[in-house]
């Protein structure tokens, strides 16, 4: 049996007695606090698949929560650099522009970006993606931002004509 001490209680079915205002109040908020801890759990333990399903589940219930978008681009910012470090550009480059979709000013998400494009030499990309994350950062742009504009005007200058052929 169960004794009240000032609050009404309800019983729920494992047999665990919980005061009826955390009840309604876990009703009304939901149980997006727990998916977005279970996110961030997932999230620290490198489980990224698992931490991309639970911040859904979150923003499913709070679709406008600042922490909780912010959360999301960490975590498909992480799961697009893994994509990354594996070579798959394809994959990565979806989930990098996702966390850019719920956080623009996400500069980890633009760095990656960048990234991907220089491994796949489209220089101008790279450039704009590196300068905008050191932007957000306020600092200067990686080193791979440089590379890739000279190796930019290298390709300019293979395309240019040839001025002593013009000259014949």
Avoid at 7 to 29: D, H, N
Avoid at 84 to 91: A, D, F, V
Avoid at 95 to 100: E, P, R, S, W, Y
Wanted: with cysteine; aromatic share 8%; hydrophobic share 45%.
């Amino acid at each position: 049996m169960t004794r009240r001490i000032g609050l009404l209680r309800i019983y729920l079915m494992k047999r665990q007695v919980v005061p009826i205002g955390a009840a309604l109040a876990l009703a009304i908020i939901g149980c997006a606090p727990m998916h977005a801890n279970l996110a961030r759990s997932a999230l620290q333990e490198q489980r990224l698949n698992e931490a991309v399903n639970e911040v859904q589940l979150a923003l499913a219930q709070h679709p406008a929560d600042p922490g909780l978008e912010h959360l999301a681009a960490a975590i498909y910012t992480n799961r697009g650099a893994r994509f990354y470090t594996q070579g798959n550009m394809t994959r990565a480059a979806t989930d990098l522009h996702t966390a850019l979709n719920f956080d623009p000013g996400y500069s980890a998400a633009y760095n990656y970006l960048g990234l991907v494009a220089f491994s796949q030499q489209n220089w101008k990309d790279a450039i704009v993606y590196g300068e905008r994350a050191a932007s957000l950062e306020n600092c200067p742009p990686a080193s791979w931002v440089g590379v890739a504009r000279v190796k930019m005007r290298a390709s300019a200058g293979d395309r240019a004509p040839d001025n002593a052929a013009v000259n014949r």
